[in-house]
């Protein structure tokens, strides 16, 4: 198929260009209008497959599902807004009485907002309230938010952070990455640690002055980086030896993303709050910051927000939850299933094309490497971006990460046809772009 971009869309671009302040746009003219399960439409008519979910946003179908937006119609009838941080209603505590449940023992607060931005802020506050200590260590290639407190903790693109310091009291550390490191993935997960533990610690900041280490269990913007499968344990143990708190940005990773509800789950590990969002409201505006019970809880007044709670998200989110633990043992299986369909034609691609240099994911989390010879793995970012306009212009919606990566993010539920059929597209955009 090929995609035809008519007068509706240029105008609609055009004027956009005088009123919204430019924000993070795609280079291709992308103007969505409806969607339906495994694909998106714009508003000329032109069918796309997702491999996107709206940056993770819709991870059980475009659109959500007919159970999930049933709920929120339902509760729009009812009442939209209830000003939670003011008045109870049952809605929101039904959903956190949920979501703790699919949590591990000992999780019991829960503070809801409307981004992961603000599930970030929420937990640099806490962690700040619950220690007493003003420190934090994050690690580049960090993508936690755009505001002042999270933006801190991000350490990915310097367009992000340029202009808009001074920022919280955040140290960052390498991100161990096994594809870019000369060594085994156990000496990779050292180097890390080392690094924390020589230079933010034995010469910026006494460690009892840290109050929490903040990652993300697989890098997102980063570059879709995975880890070795010891570094989270190895985290841990330093973070304990100090009283450090783990704060876990499952944002983008979580939420059945890697075949598990928490990506961190995957490395063994339990952080000590967690922080959700994107898929996390079925489409709505929602986030959470969940702490374990035994951090205690926060003084009234510290800590409000007008929309967190908001009673249709609430209720849609719910829907979704109830969707997943219905479905969970399925679920786990199917994402196993088409994750391995992924990886394998992937490491085919990688076989035949010089420009590929790495694939690596868990469950539907994969990111695609380009780089302008193996050998040399330099960053082969235009490259990337040539092939993620071709996918485009035939039909498939597909992101960037990192310096040349590609994301492959379907919703959880895409059928394993269109998954060939977008495999196929995304092989010859990279077929086109590798004479």
Same mark, same amino acid.
């Given at each position: 198929?090929?995609?035809k971009?008519?007068k509706?869309?240029?105008?609609?671009?055009?004027r956009?260009?005088?009123?919204?302040?430019t924000?993070?746009?795609?280079d291709?003219p992308f103007?969505?209008?409806?969607?339906?399960?495994?694909?998106?439409?714009d508003?000329?008519?032109?069918?796309?497959?997702?491999?996107?979910?709206?940056?993770?946003?819709?991870?059980?179908?475009?659109?959500?599902?007919?159970?999930?937006?049933?709920?929120a119609k339902?509760?729009?009838?009812?009442?939209?807004h209830?000003?939670?941080?003011?008045y109870?209603?049952?809605?929101?505590?039904?959903?956190?009485?949920?979501?703790?449940?699919?949590?591990?023992?000992?999780?019991?607060?829960?503070?809801?907002?409307?981004?992961?931005?603000?599930?970030n802020?929420?937990?640099?506050?806490?962690?700040? #309230?619950?220690t007493?200590?003003?420190?934090?260590?994050?690690?580049?290639?960090?993508?936690?938010?755009?505001?002042?407190?999270?933006?801190?903790l991000?350490?990915?693109?310097?367009?992000h952070r340029a202009?808009?310091g001074?920022?919280?009291?955040?140290?960052?550390?390498?991100?161990?990455?096994?594809y870019?490191?000369?060594?085994?993935?156990?000496?990779?997960?050292?180097?890390?640690?080392?690094?924390?533990?020589?230079?933010?610690?034995?010469?910026?900041?006494?460690?009892?002055e840290?109050?929490?280490?903040?990652?993300?269990?697989?890098?997102g913007?980063?570059?879709?980086?995975?880890p070795?499968?010891?570094f989270?344990?190895?985290?841990?143990?330093?973070?304990?030896?100090?009283?450090?708190?783990?704060?876990?940005?499952?944002?983008?990773a979580?939420?059945m993303?890697?075949?598990?509800f928490?990506? #961190?789950?995957?490395?063994?590990?339990?952080?000590?709050?967690?922080?959700?969002?994107?898929s996390?409201g079925?489409?709505?505006?929602l986030?959470?910051?969940?702490?374990?019970k035994?951090?205690?809880?926060?003084?009234a007044?510290?800590?409000?927000g007008?929309?967190?709670?908001? #009673?249709?998200?609430?209720?849609?989110?719910?829907?979704?939850?109830d969707?997943?633990?219905?479905?969970?043992?399925?679920?786990?299986?199917?994402?196993?299933r088409?994750g391995?369909?992924?990886?394998?034609?992937?490491?085919?691609?990688?076989?035949?094309?010089?420009?590929?240099?790495?694939?690596?994911?868990?469950?539907?989390?994969?990111?695609v490497?380009?780089v302008?010879?193996?050998?040399?793995?330099?960053?082969?970012?235009k490259?990337r971006?040539s092939?993620?306009?071709?996918?485009?212009?035939k039909?498939?919606?597909?992101l960037?990460?990192?310096?040349?990566t590609i994301?492959?993010?379907?919703?959880l539920?895409?059928?394993?046809?269109?998954?060939?059929?977008? #495999?196929?597209?995304?092989?010859?955009?990279?077929?086109?772009n590798?004479?």
């Open positions: 198929m090929q995609v971009i008519g509706r869309i240029r105008d609609v671009i055009r956009d260009s005088k009123v919204i302040f924000t993070t746009r795609e291709f103007v969505a209008d409806h969607g339906n399960g495994d694909h998106v439409f508003i000329e008519g032109n069918r796309f497959i997702d491999f996107s979910s709206f940056v993770s946003c819709y991870n059980l179908g475009v659109n959500a599902n007919a159970q999930i937006r049933n709920a339902k509760q729009i009838d009812r009442l939209m209830g000003m939670f941080m003011d109870y209603e049952e809605a929101p505590v039904e959903l956190a009485e949920k979501l703790v449940g699919m949590l591990p023992p000992g999780f019991g607060r829960v503070f809801f907002s409307n981004s992961g931005t603000e599930a802020e929420d937990a640099i506050k806490l962690v700040k #309230l619950f007493k200590r003003r420190h934090i260590i994050a690690f580049y290639g960090a993508f936690h938010g755009r505001s002042i407190g999270a933006l801190g991000t350490a990915s693109k310097t367009s202009h808009f001074p920022f919280v009291n955040v140290s960052h550390a390498p991100y161990p990455d096994p870019r490191f000369n060594g085994s993935p156990e000496e990779c997960s050292q180097a890390s640690i080392d690094f924390i533990e020589r230079n933010i610690l034995g010469k910026e900041v006494p460690p009892n840290v109050a929490a280490i903040f990652f993300e269990p697989i890098q913007e980063g570059g879709y980086v995975v070795p499968r010891g989270f344990k190895e985290l841990r143990k330093l973070a304990d030896e100090h009283g450090i708190l783990l704060v876990d940005d499952e944002i983008q979580g939420y993303r890697t075949g598990k928490l990506a #961190l789950s995957n490395f063994g590990t339990v952080a000590d709050i967690y922080t959700f969002a994107k996390f079925a489409g709505f505006p986030a959470a910051t969940v702490a374990r035994s951090l205690g809880d926060t003084p007044g510290s800590h409000a007008t929309f967190g709670g908001n #009673l249709v998200a609430s209720a849609a989110a719910t829907a979704s939850l969707y997943i633990k219905r479905n969970r043992r399925g679920l786990e299986r199917s994402i196993a088409k391995a369909k992924i990886m394998k034609r992937m490491n085919e691609m990688k076989e035949t094309y010089e420009l590929v240099g790495d694939v690596r994911g868990m469950g539907l989390m994969i990111g490497e380009f302008k010879s193996k050998e040399g793995k330099e960053y082969a970012t490259e971006d092939i993620i306009v071709d996918c485009f212009n039909g498939l919606v597909v960037p990460a990192g310096s040349s994301r492959i993010i379907p919703p539920t895409i059928l394993e046809s269109n998954i060939d059929k977008g #495999l196929d597209v995304l092989e010859e955009a990279i077929k086109n590798s004479k």
